[in-house]
């Protein structure tokens, strides 16, 4: 069942992506969780483990797009973006023999893409270390409650530098999650596929990175424009 | 913490959150907001955020270039017989413990 904070007529499914509509709309996939996005791709896919390049060349078409959206989304700058993309292809390529279909390939992919990400951002200096990690923010990275006091809302009004900058500073895990969902629009059993988790971790991971977001965002709701 | 409305919290409430938001029940129809002006306000919070995220995050685009370079870095491991499906640092990354079959995001269980 789909998200009602995320309208299932709103999902941000970008055309040519691999995802189908009715996955888009947030209910369950009617695609099986399991291969590929069709035919289509199940043909291409199966060409691709064969080694015909030019069927390589459709797959990258099929799922470039979310693949980096995602680097750009988790490392916040073009150039390295460009980068983890073109290593997540490459390791697609030398990889993409051993898939053997037990999950969508679409998930299959995003976790090859979401472990070299955590990759670069550990040799960045964070203290990630595996998607465990990314997945447990330490206690005082969460959240504040709200409870008790009136609290300022925001105003309905979200500038994007400061939505970017609060995405940034969010702990992977969170990151990882609210991009997943919120930006690329996996349902949650497909990001808890990605990121070997349950499916309430994935909930309580998107909630709890919504509420930090809300903190930031009110805290420094607007940037002014730089000349 | 203040007892509401449907006999519960606004605590308890916010712990239900996550399910209630992420299995796609209405949780703006749960009797706890009808008198509860904090929860009604966190819970338009969170929809503008999400709604924000949409709009302000498009899915991009990488640039046409990058095509080309993967395309040549693929023609450089050909020509130099590089695999590299069995390097470590190629594989993705594991949990301490875990086994790592070496093939891909493949979970080892399935």
Redesign the interface.
């Known amino acids: 069942?789909?998200?009602?904070?995320?309208p299932p007529n709103?999902?941000?499914?970008?055309k040519g992506?691999g995802r189908n509509n009715a996955e888009a709309a947030?209910t369950p996939p009617a695609r099986s969780q399991t291969t590929a996005a069709g035919p289509a791709e199940a043909d291409v896919l199966a060409r691709a483990q064969a080694g015909d390049?030019q069927a390589f060349?459709q797959l990258?078409s099929l799922h470039?797009?979310?693949i980096?959206?995602l680097c750009?989304?988790m490392v916040g700058n073009v150039a390295e973006?460009?980068d983890l993309?073109?290593e997540a292809?490459?390791?697609l390529?030398?990889?993409i023999?051993?898939?053997?279909g037990?999950?969508a390939f679409s998930t299959?992919?995003?976790?090859?893409a979401?472990?070299i990400v955590?990759?670069q951002l550990r040799k960045k200096g964070l203290t990630l270390?595996?998607?465990?990690?990314a997945m447990e923010p330490a206690p005082e990275e969460g959240p504040g409650?709200?409870?008790?006091a009136?609290?300022l809302?925001?105003s309905?009004a979200?500038d994007?530098l400061a939505?970017?900058r609060a995405?940034a500073g969010l702990p992977a895990g969170y990151r990882l999650v609210?991009?997943l969902h919120?930006?690329?629009g996996f349902e949650?059993n497909e990001i808890a596929a990605m990121l070997?988790c349950s499916?309430?971790n994935?909930?309580?991971q998107?909630?709890?990175a919504?509420?930090k977001?809300?903190d930031a965002?009110r805290t420094n709701p607007r940037q002014e424009a730089r000349p | 913490m203040t007892d509401r409305p449907g006999d519960m919290s606004c605590e308890e409430f916010q712990s239900q959150l996550p399910e209630l938001i992420g299995s796609g029940k209405v949780a703006a129809n749960h009797p706890h907001l009808k008198d509860c002006a904090l929860c009604q306000a966190l819970l338009a919070d969170l929809e503008t955020i999400a709604e924000a995220a949409r709009q302000l995050f498009p899915i991009e685009d990488p640039p046409p270039k990058l095509w080309e370079k993967i395309e040549s870095a693929l023609k450089n491991e050909e020509e130099s017989g590089v695999d590299g499906s069995g390097e470590p640092e190629s594989g993705p990354e594991r949990p301490e413990g875990e086994e790592d079959s070496g093939a891909g995001p493949e979970k080892p269980k399935e």
């Open positions: 069942m789909s998200d009602p904070i995320h709103q999902k941000s499914t970008p992506d947030g390049h060349a990258y470039k797009r979310r980096y959206s750009l989304r973006a460009e993309t073109q292809f490459l390791q390529h030398r990889k023999g051993t898939f053997r037990d999950s299959w992919l995003h976790r090859l979401i472990n955590l990759m270390i595996s998607l465990d990690e409650r709200s409870f008790g009136p609290d809302t925001l309905g979200i994007r939505l970017e995405v609210f991009i919120d930006v690329e949650h070997d499916i309430g994935s909930k309580s998107l909630h709890k919504r509420l977001l809300r965002l």
